[in-house]
């Protein structure tokens, strides 16, 4: 069995995945737009190979492993769009890869895992088995390194990367780098890499309704987990029951405020970024979009805003588009 790695994500960790990836994929657009008059900067990880900012951690992770690591393959827990991330990293390295998934994740997410050669074992949920049990089970049997969706270091420091490009997009336009980084938060794994990467910017997590554990722990000064494991929400991408030490140790040193928002908000940051940018962005990847747009978080015109995914059922997101409320 190969145990989970419990060393810190660093600065100097973050710095090194950048180069990695930047040696493999070109850098997500940072589209420049207006909101209430003030210009802010959109950071499209939607546009992603796999749609999503995840593959950037498990890049980091999976090509960092050791050859006897790879032999013995790798396990993930996942809604769909870690899942992806790591199925892409493992085809492309020549990895086996097994997935641990919701039974109830979005369609589109589960054949997309599976069309790029990941083995996938479903779990129930809400109310059902506990995915990371399910998960050590495969560990404990096969001897695999279990790559984890938020708590791994080498995850915390790819996700951070996100905030080495912009820094770097925003430079290349001429100005300093972001003074406030607005992010999607599910246990934490792209808000603990975003403070690690850019540690001169306010980092803002928003979290979907029902479903905010990382605001609760910080504000308790100790993790908490959702109060209602059971609370239905389209932000599949955010529905983690609690964070975990490695991310809480990042957080509650640098991140001072959380936002939630409402699946109204959710839904109007979505159609307004399929209006404005064109985009097609998942709930849980218009988290951050959908704060800004409700007036919960100022802009001053270097603050960033991460549009963390895009995989969302056709059918759903057209529903969306269609409502008005």
């Given at each position: 069995m190969t145990s989970q790695?419990?060393?810190?994500?660093?600065?100097?960790?973050?710095?090194?995945?950048a180069a990695k990836i930047a040696e493999l994929l070109p850098p997500t657009p940072l589209l420049e737009c207006a909101i209430d008059g003030q210009p802010v900067w959109l950071k499209a990880e939607s546009l992603q190979p796999v749609g999503a900012f995840k593959i950037r951690g498990a890049w980091h992770r999976l090509s960092?492993?050791?050859?006897?690591?790879?032999?013995?393959?790798?396990?993930?827990?996942?809604?769909?769009?870690?899942?992806?991330?790591?199925?892409?990293a493992a085809r492309r390295l020549g990895i086996a890869a097994t997935i641990v998934m919701p039974s109830d994740a979005?369609?589109?997410?589960?054949?997309?895992?599976?069309?790029?050669?990941?083995?996938?074992?479903?779990?129930?949920?809400?109310?059902?088995?506990?995915?990371?049990?399910?998960?050590?089970?495969?560990?404990?049997?096969?001897?695999?390194?279990?790559?984890?969706?938020?708590?791994d270091p080498w995850v915390i420091e790819g996700q951070g990367t996100t905030g080495v490009e912009i820094a770097r997009q925003l430079a290349e336009r001429g100005l300093d780098g972001p003074t406030r980084l607005v992010c999607p938060c599910g246990g934490g794994g792209l808000s603990a890499g975003l403070a690690l990467a850019c540690p001169d910017a306010e980092v803002i997590p928003v979290e979907p309704e029902g479903w905010d554990d990382v605001r609760a722990s910080l504000a308790a000064g100790q993790i908490v987990k959702v109060a209602d494991p059971t609370m239905p929400t389209a932000c599949d991408a955010l529905q983690t029951p609690a964070t975990r030490p490695i991310?809480?140790?990042?957080?509650?040193?640098r991140v001072k405020r959380i936002e939630v928002v409402s699946p109204a908000?959710?839904?109007?940051?979505?159609?307004w970024a399929f209006k404005t940018l064109h985009l097609v962005v998942e709930p849980g990847g218009a988290a951050a979009l959908a704060a800004v747009l409700a007036g919960r978080v100022p802009t001053d015109g270097r603050t960033a805003i991460v549009l963390s995914g895009g995989n969302t059922d056709a059918d759903a997101f057209a529903r969306v588009i269609a409502s008005s409320d």
């Open positions: 790695p419990m060393r810190a994500p660093d600065a100097a960790g973050v710095a090194r995945a960092d492993l050791s050859e006897a690591e790879r032999a013995r393959g790798v396990v993930g827990v996942s809604s769909g769009n870690h899942a992806q991330g790591v199925a892409w979005p369609q589109v997410k589960l054949d997309s895992t599976r069309a790029l050669g990941a083995n996938v074992v479903l779990y129930d949920r809400p109310g059902g088995e506990d995915r990371d049990a399910v998960a050590q089970r495969l560990v404990d049997r096969s001897g695999a390194t279990l790559v984890h969706a938020f708590a991310n809480f140790a990042v957080l509650r040193q908000e959710v839904r109007a940051a979505q159609r």
